[in-house]
């Protein structure tokens, strides 16, 4: 099809948006190892999981079955208050780059979380609203699940309590605003109003923070509240089903114009938007139907997949979730106090880890600074500000664009923009002082956090 | 037509995308009254007017016979990447009102810099380029205006000075590193950079700034460096003329569902959004096509359709611009430190005053905590956090759909959402804390200021 065909924005109508999220598991050869009870070390029951998690929830996260799972009506509604969300063909950056590559991206700002966490926070607010509970607690790293959250649960007038990562608390204070505008409360992590947080600020004064710590604070005050659970903006299945609406959105749009991606790519902290751009793709990939190269694209400060083990590991620093199968810096690892706040967990999402681990994906990882370039560059030329997050999946995008300039190839590739950096401008502020540095962990540092961690054969 | 066939979003395809402005003053039976030279209080000449602005938008802002101005093919390039904007029907908020009204608001805060600034920047960066001029000068408010001409500049790769009022400056620092990252040059006006600067800042010590001042020294900046013109973001008819793309596009999703308005709202500050989104409308008024209610919304704190007086005045506080006969404040007036940064403006379009004269048109105030009231409930049912300035029109839009609610009428309102509110969580902030007041000038501090204000028989 000729390139002027495709519009700058491809929208879907109301009637092509998806009715059902897709669970790649569903399609998986080999599923993601199941999660292990933190007390028994065996395969953690429906039962046990839905003191933490809402029942359904719970019910989602464990069922590696179902392929096509109905999103209800209520959510349905809500998504169309900010969805579809629009592939827009980089037309500009192709132009400034002199590629011919063909690019596109799903953008996933266009809401007030300024990210794609909105997809999974109001399903996990409607399940807890449906179960009659009174409010939910989480943890937040660059804010944007916080936000998405915060919203949600205004939507559906329910209790909302987040922990955010103190780096990002003390960059965004905007963003604790924004959520306090929603009705939230908001406690910057470690915090001394949990005993896990007590804890982890003994052993580490002055810590910054990590989402592992958040989530551990948040899980003990979900546990220690009547009509309370805790829900989680990423790494669960639960949240890659649901953010699945990326994906099939992305390919619907991709479709109706006969478009063929040789190339996908996503930033990939938690794995959640990861995943849920993905798990499409990567289900034609299992089934024979189509191939495409995926890349996930993670900082150099904080790098799981490229750097890390694939072992079981908990999922908090505090240790009170189950243990999954995972990539891994280890559960005590706490990166360094880069700018990329949604980045900084120390594992990945099981289905991520067991895609990659399977060779269905590849995985790369970038330096702040390189990052940050692309980040301008693509704000220039497309409009957009772009989270430092999102910037990572940009930075490859352009090197892809960059390579197939050498070659002279017209590949296609799709990259997921999760977001917006509005509330980033203090490291936007770095940047443009050029007092932005790079870290990237040694390896005696990761070998040392990974020896810490419990390698279970399950 | 029945609701349910009317979509949350309208989005026009690219296709129906309007391919020229809109220029109501070709239909105007009673035409804006010309521009005075400060100097000879005569009309202003085409010639003296390109000594500020480029050739080709002093040509637009003379022009009230033209009723339709073709939009070059670059600006409907980068028109694309941002626009259409979608028509939104606000369900949500009709079903939280219980109201009978249907509600629809035009948003165009999907874009980075967060308001429908862009529309006219783009514009005028692109003329100035043909030109072949090195660079422009401007003033910003609440920001939008400078982050909006800030990335059409980087785009078209000119240079880029912003004088900020400096209570804006000062309450969103991050709006002064979007505009760096896109590599403009930002200054708190009063500044001693300049003159005129210098000369308020004696006068006024102390002074949080105003639009008006920002533009004397904007405008002189203009004059002393070679290779430069001043741009401005509102108020002027070259802007209006450009923001018609946003009533356009209005008229034509409405069309499309075949809706007919009986309200359209809109909120004030030079007019431009206001005269923008109107145009349209007006246009049909003006030739019996069509009939509807048009409500201007400006802020008790600076009150120039409801308070202010209609005669010619300077259009900034140094003195230094034509004068334009319009409903004003007097050029002297400094409105109290509110937080819509934007709508605090002396004067207003003389399109819009001469509209409101002649009884096209009806204008309202509304107090600061009533507006924020109306933006929190906004973004809880519809998900978007909008700008104080937007919520303005908001507040309005509501109190027109309860008097709905009261009567039973089935009335169709239409908004204009102007942008987001992201850079504004200091103003949030106070609002949550329960520290916000309401300021209204005393009818002794308008008269005064209204006094020194010239008046001309022309």
Redesign the interface.
């Known amino acids: 099809m000729d390139n002027q065909q495709i519009?700058?924005?491809i929208?879907l109508?109301?009637s092509e948006m998806p009715k059902a999220w897709y669970n790649v598991r569903a399609d998986m050869i080999n599923k993601p190892a199941p999660l292990l009870d933190a007390r028994t070390r065996k395969p953690i029951t429906l039962e046990a999981l839905s003191q933490v998690f809402c029942e359904e929830l719970a019910k989602q996260e464990l069922d590696d079955t179902t392929a096509y799972i109905p999103i209800p009506q209520e959510i349905l509604?809500?998504y169309?208050?900010?969805r579809p969300a629009p592939l827009v063909r980089a037309?500009?950056l192709e132009k400034k780059l002199e590629t011919p590559a063909k690019i596109y991206y799903k953008f996933e700002g266009?809401?007030?979380s300024?990210s794609h966490k909105?997809n999974s926070a109001i399903a996990q607010a409607y399940y807890a609203k449906k179960q009659g509970l009174k409010g939910v607690t989480t943890e937040t790293g660059a804010g944007q699940w916080g936000t998405a959250l915060s919203?949600a649960c205004?939507?559906l007038d329910l209790e909302c309590q987040v922990y955010m990562v103190k780096v990002s608390y003390e960059q965004k204070?905007?963003r604790r605003?924004?959520m306090?505008?929603?009705?939230a409360t908001v406690t910057p992590s470690p915090s001394d109003t949990t005993a896990v947080g007590r804890q982890i600020l003994q052993e580490f004064p002055g810590t910054t923070g990590s989402l592992g710590c958040a989530i551990s604070e948040a899980v003990e005050a979900a546990s220690t509240r009547e009509g309370y659970r805790y829900v989680l903006g990423s790494v669960l299945n639960q949240v890659l089903l649901h953010q699945s609406i990326i994906g099939l959105e992305t390919k619907a749009a991709l479709d109706k114009y006969n478009i063929k991606p040789d190339i996908i790519i996503g930033c990939a902290g938690g794995g959640s938007n990861l995943g849920g751009l993905i798990s499409p793709f990567v289900g034609q990939k299992l089934r024979g139907e189509a191939d495409m190269r995926i890349i996930a694209v993670e900082p150099a400060s904080c790098p799981s997949l490229t750097r890390g083990s694939y072992v079981y590991d908990y999922c908090d620093t505090g240790r009170v979730c189950p243990l999954q199968k995972m990539y891994t810096l280890g559960s005590g690892f706490i990166p360094s106090s880069s700018h990329a706040g949604g980045l900084r967990y120390h594992g990945m999402s099981s289905v991520v880890s067991q895609l990659y681990h399977d060779g269905l994906m590849e995985a790369t990882s970038v330096e702040q600074t390189a990052v940050f370039s692309a980040a301008?560059l693509f704000?220039?030329?497309?409009?957009?500000?772009p989270a430092p997050e999102s910037s990572h999946a940009i930075r490859v995008a352009i090197d892809e664009a960059m390579k197939c300039k050498e070659t002279g190839e017209e590949k296609t590739i799709v990259f997921g923009l999760t977001g917006?950096g509005?509330?980033d401008?203090?490291a936007?502020?770095r940047?443009?002082d050029g007092k932005m540095g790079d870290y990237i962990p040694t390896d005696e540092e990761i070998a040392a956090s990974i020896a810490k961690t419990p390698v279970i054969d399950a």
């Open positions: 519009p700058y924005k929208y109508e109301e509604d809500f169309k208050m900010y037309y500009c266009n809401n007030t300024g909105l919203m205004a939507y204070p905007h605003e924004v306090r505008t929603y009705g301008q704000a220039k030329v497309e409009g957009i500000l917006t509005y509330f401008m203090v936007y502020q940047f443009n």
